[in-house]
């Protein structure tokens, strides 16, 4: 039985744009909606160590969701955990369809709900997605201790799986598509210095392969010169980028030419009134969890503003 109710805002994703936009919410007495996506806490939850958050030397994503979680939590606000499936934004009242058959319709809507990872499309990929195949590193990742394991990827999310890999005591081969890796992270000396390192860069990866319950190798091809190379592996760790969780508003909120939420400059307001964007559904330049955590306040501000018509400024 499908259930239906109201709720003056909601906010989709608990990630860090979703959660500071619930915690400056909770806090104006907004009393926010948060639907969290499955899992909760987004794709933070990949990351095992963030170094550049102020104020904190170090901490695992996981570890930051769930303070930023027990902090919204001190404050009045309800978290669902469910998928938003379809949404008709076209009226005054919003309304969200959820995966649990939740009806959902509302005064003013955040949207936060980031990206997902993009996937290796090449033969045989499909085939071992979880079995072989991974979108993040697991926290304890011992069972690759003196195996062989591939990264796929150059970025900033590529080296910190490979360094995590390497510090359990992996041998790491790295398969770049650019001429060079594109990382910015400082533990990208490490990953290029260490012994069990190696990186491979303009390859593309053309094949991988197994037996039916893992992965035993995966075949890569030189961009420049066509020769491919079969390497022996135990995983393959693939961190090639993410794209924004748009595919429900188009047709409904404008998009842009990198697939995300046009908001109007310097606020987070999209093309239509009530609805806001937050993080990477609407951020392709900064992309970071802190830009994303200013996104969301920002968010909950212009939401306060909607809904009350003025922004209160407390003291306590």
Known sequence: ????????????????????????????????????????????????????????????????????????????????????????????????????????????????????????????AENYANRGIYSEVPQDATAYTQKKVVVVGGGNSAITFAAHLLKIGAHVTIIQSLDSLTATDPLTHTVRTHPHATILCHRSVHMVAGTIANVTEITVQHIGTQEYTTLPTEAIFVAIGSGPNTELFKGQLDINTHNRLVIQPGTSLTSMPGIFAAGDICDSRYRHAITSAGQGCMAALDAELYLNGKVVVRFY
């Open 1 to 124: 039985m499908l259930k239906n109710y109201h709720h003056r805002l909601v906010i989709m994703g608990s990630g860090p744009a979703g959660l500071s936009a619930a915690l400056y919410a909770a806090r104006a007495g907004l009393h926010p909606l948060i639907i969290t996506g499955v899992p909760f806490g987004g794709q933070l939850l990949r990351t095992q160590s963030i170094k550049n958050w102020p104020g904190i030397p170090e901490i695992s994503g996981p570890d930051l969701i769930n303070n930023l979680h027990a902090h919204v939590a001190h404050y009045p606000s309800d978290f669902l955990i469910d998928e938003v499936i379809n949404v008709s934004l076209s009226s005054e009242e919003k309304k969200l369809t959820l995966a649990s058959g939740t009806i959902l319709t509302t005064q003013a809507l955040i949207i936060a709900c980031g990206g997902k990872p993009k996937k290796l499309t090449c033969p045989g």
